[in-house]
């Protein structure tokens, strides 16, 4: 705690904005909202987390999300509309879903919806190269696709499912002698960093989002 204070004291000395705060949304695991929180931590000049919620109750993230001194929320995804007033109460102005396994409604895009950047500041993660394989079980899509490259996506967030700009993309190969966890092992690999580097890259504007198709996945 007194590392993140010096920090931030120094980082307001030179001039980096501090007050970027970000929510995390997650269902379960919690791996890539670790990442983020882990960041936070090491790097508070660039962003804070404010809190988590999980629309589950028993998420492991919650656990995780103690382990940071963060205030850890259990709100059901049909209360939309508290999770909104959670956020405000946060003052959160980005949100990080990390595994959340809802859609977003328009109220809660609304809420985030940046007037200068013409976008919602919420951001997802999902395991594919979008537009290729939205939706649930991606991994299990891509391997049964028998495609020979998969990869991850970050990309803002919209109101159809995994459909938003992209911000960055990584692939990653199918192996001929692979089997799903195998093939899953390796996109887990690069998720938690991508994920970080989208969200501060997009924050020291280094990052434009673009149209889903029209990116080029990177390779390493
Ligand atoms: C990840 O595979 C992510 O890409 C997808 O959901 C999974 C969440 O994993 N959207 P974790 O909870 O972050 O470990």
């Not at 791996?31 to 028993?58: C, W």
């Not at 889903?212 to 390779?219: F, H, M």
Request: glycine letters at 6%; one cysteine or more; a negative charge.
């Amino acid at each position: 705690m007194k590392f993140i204070l010096q920090a931030r004291k120094y980082a307001q000395i030179l001039g980096c904005n501090l007050s970027t705060k970000v929510a995390i949304l997650a269902s379960g695991t919690g791996t890539n909202a670790e990442a983020v929180l882990e960041y936070a931590e090491a790097h508070p000049e660039f962003y804070q987390v404010v809190g988590v919620i999980s629309n589950k109750r028993d998420a492991a993230v919650l656990a995780k999300a103690e382990k940071y001194s963060m205030p850890a929320i259990h709100i059901p995804h049909r209360d939309q509309s508290e999770q909104i007033q959670q956020l405000e109460a946060w003052s959160a102005q980005w949100a990080c879903l990390a595994g959340y396994m809802r859609i977003v409604t328009s109220d809660f895009l609304r809420f985030f919806f940046d007037e200068e950047r013409g976008y919602a500041r919420v951001i997802n993660i999902h395991p594919s190269l979008l537009p290729r394989f939205p939706g649930l079980d991606a991994y299990g899509q891509a391997f049964a696709s028998g495609e020979s490259e998969s990869g991850i996506t970050v990309h803002l967030v919209d109101e159809k499912m995994d459909h938003g700009p992209i911000l960055l993309q990584k692939s990653f190969p199918r192996n001929e002698d692979d089997d799903l966890e195998a093939f899953m092992a390796r996109g887990r690999a690069i998720e938690n960093s991508l994920y970080v580097e989208a969200l501060v890259g997009l924050l020291k504007g280094e990052i434009q989002p673009r149209a889903q198709g029209k990116t080029v996945a990177r390779k390493n």
